[in-house]
Structures are given as structure tokens and as C-alpha cells.
């Protein structure tokens, strides 16, 4: 029996990782978790998995819940969404809350000792020298839920890190990936919304159309397998069925695949390094899709991608920078304030005008996250 404790339980993630625990109800329980602002379906999940502990964003939303529920614990804000991580009876923290937000949680369930199944690609991204150096230091394992990141990890299990040659991670190329860049000047929020492949929050299905999801996986694959960006490429695989790959030395490559079902990857960070059954899935038919195809990636098309890198390899607060600005950025172009192409001109000006500080703390890290989201809210004024 696991106990879990879940961050962003309301999103898409959680909600599916609340449909792993409720199918295995003699594996996974759920101590606490956390919601923002969308109280009904708390509610709806505290009377259906009656947690210990649960905390929501807002103060009047924490208090008419802890009304209506005297004999749990509910909080609110960053306090609260800390305290749902290190809950005294979770040994695991499933982080799937959205944004940097995630980052202050994780490092307390990780000085707490909890293993972490991390969905957050943002904390990894921000401040992943940290993240992994604790998860270290304590001994807990930071164990990957992202789907490319998982294929990784299940194509490494029973390797040695020193015979891989480098890692392949797949991109579906998003919404608009049939689109040439000119084309991208008046596209519409619902039209980015819209992905081929994965349904998935608001956020991420953004990132995935301007790229700036596999740039932000790019820089998670080289904090959690400790490999330099040289050896960290990118292909177009437009079907989303082959979720990454690992080259070791002698050339041969191993790929992980199915149907794209963000369940496996949760569910395979929740057993490892043992397996359940899925249930309510159907098998991969590979003779159903008779071909699937790959694409070299245009980094002039995609010029977030290339944003990735250059922020992944200059290292220290830049990656933070970069990934708080696009948060905001993207905030900013789903409430109707940018245009789909100024999230990458917003970005790039950001980091333009950040000096990046070396091996930085917490708290530089913090300073530059605000730094960076002060400079856009100026930009959009
Ligand atoms: N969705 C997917 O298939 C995949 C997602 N990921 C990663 O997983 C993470 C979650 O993504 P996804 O589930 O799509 O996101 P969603 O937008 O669907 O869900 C986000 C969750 O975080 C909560 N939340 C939002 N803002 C705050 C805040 N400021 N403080 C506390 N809680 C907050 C939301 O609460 P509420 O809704 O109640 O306001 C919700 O529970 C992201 O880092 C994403 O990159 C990685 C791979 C695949
Ligand atoms: C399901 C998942 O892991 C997402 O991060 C997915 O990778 C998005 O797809 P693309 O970024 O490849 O469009
Ligand atoms: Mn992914």
C-alpha cells in the first residue's frame, strides 16, 4: 500500500492520477492533496477519497471548505500546498500542479523523505541543480511521470547511464505543427488548444504548440538523467506513439511505446519498478497506423526550442528566467493579451535582458522567477 499525497489534483494529471488510485484501492491511498481554484471538484474528491489534509489556493475558499469538513485539515496558499506535500502518512508526493509554483513543495517532501513522482516539468526546469542535489542527499528517488521522460527511464532500466550514447525525445509538433511560421500571426486561443495527439490543461497544450514544452523537456531530461545537452535531440513523430528514445554506444536504440495514455506513465512512477494492470485501456494495434513517421526539427520554425537550449546551456538562473516568462507569457496570450507569436518575442526579451547568475541558490532563484514575471507584467502595461 502507497499513500499518496497529490499536487493540482484538479488537473489533468491529477485527475488521472485520482483514477489510478481509485482503480487500485488496495495499492495507492490519498492522504492529502491540493487544489486551486476549483472547489467543486474538491469537494467532489474529498468525499470521494476522505484525505486527511487538503489545501486550496484561496483564504475564503480554505475557510468555507474547513466548514463544511470539520474533521479534515484545510488549508491554503503556498503554506498549505506545502504542508499537503509533507503530509506525516504520504511516503509518495505526486507533484501535478502547474508553473514554478511546485518548486518550495518538492524540496520539502524531498528534506521530509517522501519519494517524488514528478509531473512538474517547471520545478525541474527552474531550479534543477537543487532539486536533484536534495533528492540525492536525502536518498529519495525523483521518478519522472512526463511521458517522454518515463520512456526513458523504462528504455534505462537494467543499463548502465555510462553506455548511453544519447537520448531521442519525441515531439508530436504541437497544434499548428502542419503551419508555417507566417501562418502563425492571427491563430486563435481555441485554435491552440486544439493538440492532435494528448488532451491536457490549458498551459501545457500551449507549450506544446510553440515548442516550449520540449524545450522545458529537454532541460528536465538533463537534470533527471544527468546528461550534457549534447547528448539531448529532438525528432517530429506526429503519432505521439513512440514516447522517446535511448541510444547507447554500440548504436543500438531502445524506444518505449503506446497509445498516448498519460495513465501509463503515472501509474509505471507509482509501481516501479514493478507493474499493474491498466484496466479500461486498449492494446497498441501498431497495424492500425501501418507507418508512423519522423521529421528532422526546423529550429527556425520552432524557435522556442532553440530558445530551450541556449537557456539550458547558459545555464544558472536562465533556465528560471525563461520559464517564468513563459508562464506569464502564455497567461498573458490565453486571457486575449498577447498574440500566439510575441509568447516567443516576450521570452526572448526576457532573457535578453537577464544576466544569468551561476550556481545559484534558492533564493537567487526565487528573485530571478519574480524578476523575470515583474519584466513581462511591464512589457503587456
Ligand atoms: N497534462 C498532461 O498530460 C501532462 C502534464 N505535464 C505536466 O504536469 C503539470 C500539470 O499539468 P496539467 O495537469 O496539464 O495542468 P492543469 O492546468 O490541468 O492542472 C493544474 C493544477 O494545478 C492547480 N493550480 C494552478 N495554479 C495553481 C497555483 N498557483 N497554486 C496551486 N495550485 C495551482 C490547478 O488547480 P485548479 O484547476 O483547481 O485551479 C490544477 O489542479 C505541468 O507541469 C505539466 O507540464 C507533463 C506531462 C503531461
Ligand atoms: C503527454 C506529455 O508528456 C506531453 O508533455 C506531451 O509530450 C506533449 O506533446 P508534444 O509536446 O510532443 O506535442
Ligand atoms: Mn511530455
Excluded at 475557510?63 to 503530509?87: F, N
Excluded at 509538433?173 to 508555417?180: I, L, P, W
Excluded at 486561443?189 to 507549450?207: C, F, R, Y
Aim: proline share 4%; hydrophobic share 45%; net charge negative.
Amino acid at each position: 500500500m502507497k499513500t499518496i499525497s497529490l499536487l493540482g489534483a484538479t488537473g489533468s494529471i491529477g485527475v488521472q492520477t485520482l483514477d489510478i488510485i481509485r482503480k487500485h484501492p488496495d495499492s495507492f491511498a490519498l492522504s492529502s492533496f491540493s487544489a486551486g481554484k476549483n472547489v467543486d471538484k474538491a469537494r467532489q474528491i474529498i468525499n470521494e477519497f476522505r484525505p486527511a489534509l487538503v489545501s486550496v489556493l484561496e483564504k475564503e475558499d480554505a475557510e468555507r471548505l474547513q466548514t463544511e469538513y470539520p474533521a479534515i485539515t484545510v488549508l491554503h496558499g503556498s503554506k498549505g500546498l506545502e504542508e499537503a506535500a509533507v503530509h506525516e502518512k504520504a511516503d509518495t508526493l505526486v507533484n501535478a500542479v502547474i508553473g514554478s509554483v511546485g518548486l518550495q513543495p518538492t524540496l520539502k517532501a524531498i528534506e521530509a523523505g517522501k519519494t517524488i513522482a514528478i509531473a512538474n516539468k517547471e520545478t525541474l526546469v527552474t531550479a534543477g541543480h537543487i532539486v536533484t542535489a536534495a533528492a540525492k542527499k536525502a536518498g529519495v528517488e525523483l521518478l519522472p511521470v512526463d511521458s517522454e521522460h518515463s520512456a526513458i527511464f523504462q528504455c534505462m532500466q537494467g543499463e548502465h547511464g555510462k553506455n548511453v550514447n544519447r537520448i531521442i525525445l519525441t515531439a508530436s509538433g504541437g497544434s499548428f505543427r502542419d503551419k508555417k511560421r507566417e501562418e502563425l500571426a492571427d491563430v486563435t486561443v481555441e485554435q491552440t488548444l486544439n493538440h492532435p495527439n494528448w488532451s491536457m490543461g490549458a498551459k501545457i497544450t500551449v507549450d506544446s504548440a510553440t515548442m516550449m514544452n520540449k524545450g522545458l523537456e529537454v532541460i528536465e531530461a538533463h537534470w533527471l538523467f544527468n546528461l550534457p545537452y549534447d547528448q539531448i535531440d529532438v525528432i517530429l513523430h506526429r503519432e505521439s506513439i513512440i514516447h522517446s528514445m535511448v541510444e547507447f554506444h554500440d548504436r543500438s536504440v531502445m524506444a518505449q511505446l503506446g497509445s498516448p495514455d498519460m495513465r501509463v506513465p503515472i501509474q509505471y512512477a507509482l509501481t516501479w519498478p514493478d507493474r499493474l494492470p491498466l484496466q479500461d485501456t486498449a492494446p497498441l494495434n501498431l497495424a492500425e497506423f501501418g507507418q508512423l513517421h519522423f521529421e528532422k526539427v526546423d529550429f527556425n520554425r520552432f524557435r522556442m526550442l532553440r530558445l530551450a537550449y541556449e537557456a539550458g546551456r547558459a545555464a544558472g538562473t536562465m533556465p528560471a528566467v525563461m520559464n517564468a516568462a513563459n508562464e506569464e507569457a502564455v497567461a498573458a496570450f490565453l486571457n486575449g493579451k498577447l498574440t500566439f507569436l510575441q509568447i516567443e518575442e516576450v521570452v526572448e526579451r526576457a532573457m535578453e535582458h537577464h544576466h544569468s547568475i551561476l550556481s545559484p541558490e534558492l533564493g537567487a532563484i526565487i528573485e530571478s522567477d519574480a524578476e523575470a514575471r515583474a519584466f513581462v507584467r511591464s512589457f503587456l502595461s
